[in-house]
T-cell receptor
Framework: NAGVTQTPKFQVLKTGQSMTLQCAQD?????MYWYRQDPGMGLRLIYY???????DKGEVPNGYNVSRLNKREFSLRLESAAPSQTSVYFC?????????????FGEGSRLTVL | SQKIEQNSEALNIQEGKTATLTCNYT??????LQWYRQDPGRGPVFLLL???NEKEKRKERLKVTFDTTLKQSLFHITASQPADSATYLC?????????WGAGTKLIIKP
């Protein structure tokens, strides 16, 4: 039982390059989330998926796209990376479809955009 | 919109003492509030959830209080140990998402 798995753990991109962060959970959770964490700031929600087949914007969606591939997998895509997207990205999941209960987080993906 | 304030300065506590961390929010009282622990280079890990109709919640050496009049939650670790050193995050619900504080770094000195 691995919980929430994110890949890659580290990535360096040049401005304008694209990439996809992968996330998979093996807990049969309905809801999945992508956050970014920057120094001195709280976690900020980029996108979330309350259930398979649905996705919604969070607080900071600009420059990102997501895909809920199936119940297990939720990917985050940067189409044209910018230095402002240098951050640590966390995927999380929870069992419910509404905003209650604890979140389970992955270990994070550290992205640097030069 | 709701904002959360946690002490940005690190909190240094002697081993064996009680550590108390503060989480203040600005607007309406949330239905519930959560506390997480985050170690360097790792994702946050859930610790406790307290609902607005609960004044106190305990789990082993951890205790959380929720004062809707003061718009504040306190997180206590009793008999603190060096292994308790970490950053502690609080989060509260707003609509479809959790709003997060920036966290307080706790350092327990032997």
């Amino acid at each position: 039982n691995a919980g929430v798995t994110q890949t890659p753990k580290f990535q360096v991109l040049k401005t304008g390059q694209s990439m996809t962060l992968q996330c998979a959970q093996d807990m049969n959770h309905n809801s999945m989330y992508w956050y970014r964490q920057d120094p001195g700031m709280g976690l900020r929600l980029i996108y979330y998926s309350a259930s398979e087949g649905t996705t919604d914007k969070g607080e900071v969606p600009n420059g990102y796209n997501v895909s809920r591939l199936n119940k297990r997998e939720f990917s985050l895509r940067l189409e044209s990376a910018a230095p402002s997207q240098t951050s640590v990205y966390f995927c999380a999941s929870r069992t419910g479809t509404v905003n209650t209960g604890e979140l389970f987080f992955g270990e994070g993906s550290r992205l640097t955009v030069l | 919109s709701q904002k959360i304030e946690q002490n940005s300065e690190a909190l240094n506590i002697q081993e064996g003492k009680t550590a108390t961390l503060t989480c203040n929010y600005t607007n309406y009282s949330p239905a519930y509030l959560q506390w997480y622990r985050q170690d360097p280079g790792r994702g946050p890990v859930f610790l406790l959830l307290i609902r607005e109709n609960e004044k106190e919640k305990r789990k082993e050496r951890l205790k959380v209080t929720f004062d809707t009049t003061l718009k504040q939650s306190l997180f206590h670790i009793t008999a603190s140990q060096p292994a308790d050193s970490a950053t502690y995050l609080c989060a509260l619900d707003e609509d479809y998402q959790l709003i997060w504080g920036a966290g307080t770094k706790l350092i327990i000195k032997p």
